[in-house]
């Protein structure tokens, strides 16, 4: 029986040892295929979200984790010469450092993509759920550069000739630390300011803001720089340390709750008190489901010689709704004077003096 499984490491550089080689790899396939089906079949039937779209996707990640393995195992097995022997070894070394980054890093994925279903940004009041997102955003990108570093870093220092550079690069740390310092102040400082955003959170994912007097979101929020989506869906990027250094408007940094404001020009003669009816009507009837039926005013803000300024105070939601009834409310007003007091509409006026004649001066 000892014979029997001491015979696949008799034959040096037999068939044998590349038949169980291979076989060692192929188990090792198999083996992966298992637990991909096993571990998709558990998580759906624990209600897992995602579970049958995302870990199919793990299949190629522990079939790569797994043949790598059992290759690294199994090496030895083949009594290679010296040379390829090393090669190979180098090759499975490399191989299987990517295979465990690639492994860990889609387990951040899918992680992160759980969190992300738990907090839900699909809702009118969204402010713990957006700042909880933009945490988890950060980590995730931060994890997966720190291991690409790290498993880059690893997979050079396994080459001698790598180890004996990092060597005299220390030897000689002072002129190239200046150096390097100088070169990447400014992408030190982009990385810092990302770390103080996601710290003490200025911006958020999804936040609405008024950057360089344009108005967008907060699309996406990376180690360097932000992704805005401004109204007309083009894409407005900007240095994360911006954030940090200049003043910016954040229209939901505590609440998505806003007042918005309507301004109209009219005669002085417009009755006020029928404009304040007349919103009464337009909030409660076409503008219900924009109004959140906080505030509602009408006041008169200015006068000049030819007309006066009426403003009309709303409030919305979120900055969307406030938008949307601001334009519903001045179109429906405009329309409501033509029609009712068109005579109120804005005019300028004049006198023209007309000659006088005194007879007795004649």
Request: charged content about 20%; some cysteine.
């Given at each position: ?90 090759v ?15 387990s ?23 700042k909880?997102?933009?945490?988890i ?30 060597t ?95 301004t ?37 803000t ?61």
């Amino acid at each position: 029986m000892e014979d029997l499984v001491q015979l696949p490491f008799s034959f040096q550089n037999s068939v044998y040892n590349y038949l169980f080689f291979f076989g060692l790899i192929s188990a090792g396939i198999i083996l992966a295929r298992i637990i991909t089906y096993a571990l998709k079949h558990v998580l759906i039937r624990a209600n897992v979200y995602s579970a049958e779209t995302f870990i199919p996707r793990y299949r190629s990640v522990f079939t790569i984790l797994f043949a790598t393995i059992a290759a690294n195992a199994g090496i030895g097995i083949l009594k290679l010469p010296s040379k390829p022997d090393i090669i190979v070894d180098k090759v499975l070394h490399l191989v299987l450092i990517y295979a465990v980054t690639h492994f860990l890093i889609k387990s951040m994925s899918f992680l992160k993509l759980l969190l992300y279903h738990k907090f839900d940004i699909d809702q009118v009041h969204n402010l713990q759920e957006r700042k909880a997102r933009t945490q988890i955003d950060f980590l995730y990108k931060t994890g997966s550069v720190l291991l690409i570093l790290i498993s880059f870093a690893i997979a050079m220092m396994s080459f001698t000739k790598v180890r004996e550079l990092g060597t005299s690069i220390l030897a000689s740390a002072g002129l190239a630390g200046i150096i390097i310092g100088l070169a990447a102040q400014k992408s030190i400082s982009n990385l810092l300011a990302g770390i103080q955003i996601a710290l003490t959170q200025p911006i958020r994912l999804d936040d609405a803001v008024i950057v360089e007097d344009q108005f967008g979101k907060i699309e996406e929020i990376s180690l360097t720089y932000v992704v805005i989506k401004i109204w007309n869906e083009k894409r407005m990027i900007i240095p994360i340390s911006y954030f940090i250094e200049k003043p910016f408007q954040n229209l939901t940094r505590t609440s998505a709750q806003m007042l918005d404001t309507v301004t109209l020009y009219a005669d002085h003669s417009l009755p006020i008190d029928n404009i304040r009816i007349e919103l009464k009507r337009i909030l409660e009837n076409e503008g219900s489901s924009l109004w959140d039926k906080r505030v509602s005013a009408v006041q008169l803000t200015d006068c000049s010689n030819s007309s006066i300024e009426v403003r009309i105070l709303i409030s919305a939601d979120n900055s969307g709704a406030a938008f949307d009834l601001r334009c519903l409310i001045r179109e429906k007003l405009i329309e409501y004077i033509r029609n009712n007091h068109p005579d109120c509409l804005p005019k300028y006026r004049y006198m023209r003096e007309t000659e006088t004649k005194v007879s007795n001066l004649i």
